[in-house]
């Protein structure tokens, strides 16, 4: 069964800096897009960045200068790299991978930004 398994989420006091990953089976990570949404409490899930095969990189502008996503596709995993957070980057992070016409799901981490 494929599956993503996501780690790095937690606690941080705004302007830190946290890297959250999501490792995936090989068989879906290669040459296929991939990203990043959140759902905030009481909000809509929101797609923050997103990559595609080629490494071109798209962000949702709250998050412009202050994120980045990234894969090795060697060791089949994304990251998203998130610099200056703010109380209002406080979310529940869900990574993705698109693959043969289905979208699989990480299990979600918890991002909580202290002002």
């Known amino acids: 069964q494929e599956q993503l398994v996501e780690s790095g989420g937690g606690m941080v006091q705004a302007g830190g800096s946290l890297r959250l990953s999501c490792a995936a089976s090989?068989?879906?990570?290669?040459?296929?897009?991939m990203g990043w949404y959140r759902q905030a409490p009481g909000k809509q899930r929101e797609l923050v960045a997103s990559?595609?095969?080629?490494?071109?990189?798209h962000y949702v502008d709250s998050v412009k200068g202050r994120f980045t996503i990234t894969r090795d596709n060697v060791q089949n995993t994304e990251y998203l790299q998130m610099n200056s957070l703010k109380h209002e980057d406080t979310a529940v992070y869900y990574c993705?991978?698109?693959?043969?016409?289905?979208?699989?799901w990480g299990q979600g981490t918890q991002v909580t930004v202290s002002s």
């Open positions: 993705y991978i698109d693959s043969s016409g289905l979208r699989y």
């Open positions: 090989g068989s879906i990570f290669s040459d296929n897009p």
């Open positions: 990559i595609s095969s080629g490494g071109s990189a």
